[in-house]
């Protein structure tokens, strides 16, 4: 993840005894609303996807992050089936969270002999090694930067997604409490490097456009749903206010911070701003008053870049150096018109 308002209400709790949460089938790419590429960026893969037939003869690995995590299996659907649409001689790897799993992932494709790489493995100081371990062939990098063989990064405009973000949770603080409130609490991964620090950085820059930031928490290794419940739980008890702002990397940060207001009787106390709208909190951004905004970021259609971006490489031709997805403000006043599927509150 490297580069790098209006708001109210989602997201919830889905799951949260579960480390991960599963995902819910992917979005068929035509029910996408329209948006366009985050400001600055050049893709020119966004709206038209892969060609039929267009990978033929060329074969390219894939390491996920860990489909286990929603928003990765949407980025995993999505990129097999452009694959199967371009006829790319396709191999897919699943590094499970873990930089041990991608390394053998990446030993994996060198034996098979693809020649380009689709790379989410998470941790992004690994990176040489796994580059290295796979030839340092041609790479584009999924939100999280993959120097030395990174030629593209395609994903989220990191700094731009955390602002408007920032931007949403603190008008709203500004609007309700005229900035006073008890914490702002930032889950953060800083093993993602600098997606981290770009995409938390612009939920610290947005939110500061209308409040100063008080009494700042991070807690970090809270990017998923088990380790944010158990840091959250540990820090509730220290805040006895009952305007906690809580912003997070992605949405299994917020779904653990959930689930710890509600063990500890501290649902009213905490107030939430999150980034990736995957659809296992759809239902929460519709019927959740304390879920401020959330920012989309489409994962469902991120095959649509990487397959043609990568088949174009492998044609020896030049790509944008930063392929961008999507990103759109959501909240309870919009996400039924972006995502008709999400379920009723009462059901």
């Not at 100081?125 to 999280?144: K, Q, V």
């Not at 006073?180 to 770009?198: F, I, K, M, P, Q």
Request: overall charge negative; charged content about 20%.
């Amino acid at each position: 993840m490297d580069q790098t308002r209006r708001s109210r209400r989602w997201m919830a709790l889905v799951a949260v005894g579960a480390t991960l949460v599963v995902a819910a089938p992917v979005v068929a790419q035509d029910s996408s609303p329209e948006a366009s590429p985050a400001a600055g960026a050049v893709n020119p893969y966004f709206e038209t996807g892969a060609v039929e037939g267009s990978g033929a003869g060329k074969k390219i690995g894939y390491i996920s992050l860990g489909d286990s995590v929603p928003f990765v299996k949407l980025v995993s659907d999505g990129i097999a089936e452009q694959a199967a649409l371009a006829g790319v001689d396709y191999t897919f790897c699943d590094s499970k969270i873990d930089a041990a799993e991608a390394l053998a992932c990446a030993q994996q494709f060198k034996v098979q002999g693809v020649q380009g790489v689709l790379n989410f493995q998470v941790d992004q100081a690994s990176s040489p090694n796994i580059c290295e371990a796979y030839g340092n062939l041609p790479t584009i990098a999924i939100d999280i930067v993959q120097p030395p063989c990174q030629v593209s990064f395609m994903g989220a405009n990191n700094h731009e997604a955390g602002r408007l973000a920032g931007a949403a949770i603190g008008q709203y603080a500004k609007d309700s409490w005229n900035c006073e409130y008890t914490a702002y609490v930032s889950l953060e991964s800083t093993a993602a490097g600098d997606a981290n620090a770009a995409r938390m950085g612009g939920f610290r820059d947005g939110f500061q456009e209308s409040c100063p930031l008080i009494n700042e928490q991070v807690l970090d290794g809270a990017d998923r749903t088990d380790p944010a419940l158990e840091k959250v739980s540990s820090l509730l008890p220290t805040l006895t206010g009952n305007r906690i702002v809580v912003v997070a990397i992605n949405e299994d940060g917020i779904l653990g911070a959930i689930g710890a207001a509600r063990t500890l009787g501290r649902e009213a106390d905490l107030f939430y701003a999150g980034q990736g709208t995957d659809p296992s909190i759809w239902k929460d951004v519709a019927c959740n008053p304390q879920y401020i905004a959330s920012v989309a970021y489409f994962p469902e259609r991120y095959g649509r870049t990487l397959i043609p971006a990568m088949i174009d490489i492998l044609d020896g031709k030049a790509i944008p150096t930063e392929l961008f997805t999507a990103h759109q403000v959501v909240n309870a006043s919009n996400i039924r018109d972006i995502y008709p599927e999400t379920p009723a509150c009462d059901a």
